[in-house]
């Protein structure tokens, strides 16, 4: 994680909104699981990314929350501003798309949080024969190559590849999606090679990255709004640990996502109330599934097979 967050109040948020409202262009709402999201910028390419990624939301809502996406030579690269009484967000000289895409979903899971008992969950979301399956795990563990490695299995459905919102209700946790298209690298067809026609149609950023319809390759009946969690994995790759699949109980999970700030960087507000919230919800979602470590030091292929066995996908 290479971007800084720093909260600011009220009164400095409506100082940088006069300071810098004569860089916004455009005005673009989305809905974000029922916010309403206002991105504020002057640089079309972002706007154009936005657009692909999120659903629309009417010009006459008003707005829950809010990203600027400026451009300021005296500040550093990849510098955000964050007010959590407004839910106002302003991100400064952000080289990533990717960066802005999870700050969106951020503030609308600060409200989310706050306000109705729905949480974020950085990770991929699938539904394998109607059970919901989650893989969460740090950067470079194989999130996103086993979440496509999974989608070539005909029987498997995918809710979101990156970021999901959960809620409690009784003993089950559903998970829910919320953005329109998918965010995916260019080597995603060097290791599944299923997915070259849609890495070849995609339009690259600078990153090597591309916001991209899924559906080309996978059907329209293939991507779900919502599942029942039933699998959590955690993905972590260590040469040095010999176990290549651990089952674990809630509360050793826990732990492991609690000492990794829940595999989620991009969390704007660490409260003492936001900690105790977001362990309470975690501590469900791991009690209420079954719960498996998957060490991916091994080829994509090996690992798949392993996290294919534990699902129970042929």
Known sequence: MTYSVELISMEQKEELAERYGGQVLYEIK?????CCIKLLTGRSAVKD?????????????????????LEEPARKAN?????????????????YYGWIKSLALSVAGDILEDNHGIYSVHGACLDAGGRGLCLLGGSGAGKTTHTYGLLRAPSVRVVSDD????????????????EKNFYIRADLA????????????????EK??????????????????????????????DANQKETVRELDGAEALRILEEN???????LVHSDFKRHIRSRFF??????????EVNTIGTPEESQREIRRIVRIE
């Open 208 to 237: 090597g990255r591309a916001v991209v319809d899924l559906r080309w390759v996978i059907g329209k009946g293939r991507i779900l709004p919502l599942t029942t969690m039933k699998n959590v994995i955690l993905l972590k790759r």
């Open 283 to 292: 501590g469900k979602l791991l009690d209420s599934a079954a719960v498996y």
């Open 261 to 267: 700030g829940y595999y989620n960087p991009h969390l």
């Open 163 to 178: 970021w999901f919102f959960g809620r409690i209700f009784g003993d089950d946790i559903l998970a829910y999606g919320s």
């Open 79 to 95: 510098e955000v501003c964050y007010d959590p009484h407004s839910k106002t967000a302003f991100l400064f000289n952000m080289d």
């Open 30 to 34: 989305a809905e974000i699981y029922g």
């Open 49 to 69: 990314a936005w657009e692909e990624s999120f659903y629309f939301a009417s010009q006459n809502i008003r707005s829950h929350g809010r990203l600027y996406v």
């Open 190 to 205: 060097d290791i599944w090679t299923e997915f070259a026609g849609l890495v070849n149609k995609a339009v690259m950023d």
